[in-house]
């Protein structure tokens, strides 16, 4: 996971960051200050110099940190990057013996912008600090402008600058702990929210699925009712089929079968099966058919009567058709159609006295 850029710094951040400088500021105070005492006793140019570079250092430090509280986070980490850096290459000019503790002076800088660059910046930055601890042991090993401190000092400087380094990465430590159970506190803190996400997650999912299964079932049930209104429908249908070509007896021997409104092919099937069961169940001899409420006869109508008027001789009955109007008449002979085969009535009355004279 990258870095957070400069940009982008929390107020926490930067408030830890102005506090590490003040810190690390209160550091090299305490070392200047032995440098002050050393220079005062010794009365030495070297260590005259090396009080003045601690004081720079230390004034660098806080003026990096008024940045740092004034918003200018950029600026600020790069005045302490340049103040420690400088240091610790002018510092092994000063003391040649303590250029490999001068040459932590970098690696101070780096550790302290560790959380506060980004990756790109990082690595100019560590790029520029590796090439510092280079040219710092160099010039450390090579050059001497200044006369050696007396030799009873060597031992406490190593030591002081060994603490005070010790002090300022153990501060930046402190900082990276602060820092990391801050992270994992707000880590809890979000798993406990997505936690509470999750659970209120699964009961809306249930409560969804709830509702779901219950519109299933609503669903299933009008589909049923629906299936139900259908078959009703159709029995309805096909009662009303019945209704509407009813074979009514007479007599015993004659039965009467009123055909009325269109008749397609369905329907002729229809009347023909119904006709000859009612001849079949009853053992009628006589089949009146009455079209008078039928708008007119076609070819279809007219081949469906003869068939039923064929099957009902099969059956041992004769057929009669009566109320034929005068303009379904003049369609049977327009169309062509042969009924010569057919004995015809001009109403129900005619008929049934027919049918009585011949009984």
């Given amino acids: 996971m990258n870095k957070p850029t400069i940009a982008t710094l929390s107020l926490e951040q930067g408030r830890q960051l102005r506090q590490f400088l003040l810190w690390m500021a209160g550091v090299v105070g305490v070392v200047a200050l032995i440098a002050t005492v050393s220079a005062l006793i010794w ?12 004081w720079v250092l230390v004034v660098g430090l806080l003026q990096a940190w008024g940045q740092a509280k004034s918003g200018q986070i950029r ?38 912008m560790l959380p506060f660059a980004s990756g790109a910046t990082l690595k100019r930055l560590l790029i520029v600090a590796w090439i510092a601890v280079i040219a710092t042991m160099i010039v450390g090993s090579q050059v001497q402008f200044f006369p050696p401190i007396p030799e009873p000092l060597v031992l406490p400087f ?29 880590l809890r803190e979000m798993n406990d929210v997505l936690e509470q996400e999750r659970n209120g997650l699964q009961e809306r999912i249930a409560q969804r699925t709830a509702d779901l299964q219950q519109a299933l079932a609503e669903v299933e049930r009008q ?39 269109e008749l397609d092919s369905e329907r002729m099937a229809l009347a023909q099966a119904t006709a000859l069961q009612a001849i079949d169940r009853t053992d009628a001899r006589h089949l009146v058919i009455d079209i008078t409420g039928m708008p007119f006869v076609d070819t279809t109508v007219a081949s469906g009567l003869m068939q039923l008027v064929q099957a009902t001789r ?29 004995t015809t009535a001009a109403d129900l009355a005619s008929a049934l006295k027919r049918d009585r004279v011949a009984a």
């Fill in 43 to 54: 009365q030495i140019a070297t260590l005259v110099a090396l009080m003045i570079l601690d």
């Fill in 75 to 112: 600026i600020a980490l790069t005045t302490s990057f340049v103040a420690l850096t400088l240091y610790g290459f002018l510092g092994a000019i000063i003391l040649p013996n303590l250029a490999p503790l001068m040459a932590f002076g970098p690696m101070i800088a780096i550790v302290a």
């Fill in 158 to 186: 190593q030591f002081t600058g060994v603490a005070g380094i010790s002090a300022i990465l153990l501060l930046q430590l402190w900082v990276f702990h602060e820092r990391l159970f801050g992270a994992i506190a707000q």
């Fill in 223 to 261: 589909m049923a009712e629906q299936s139900r209104l259908l078959r009703e429908n159709e029995r309805q249908r096909e009662l009303i089929r019945g209704l509407s070509m009813p074979v009514l007896p007479v007599t015993h021997e004659t039965l009467i079968m009123p055909l009325v409104g």
């Fill in 314 to 342: 099969l059956l041992g009955a004769t057929v009669t058709l009566v109320g034929i109007r005068p303009e379904v008449a003049q369609t049977i002979v327009a169309l062509g159609i042969d009924l010569s085969e057919v």
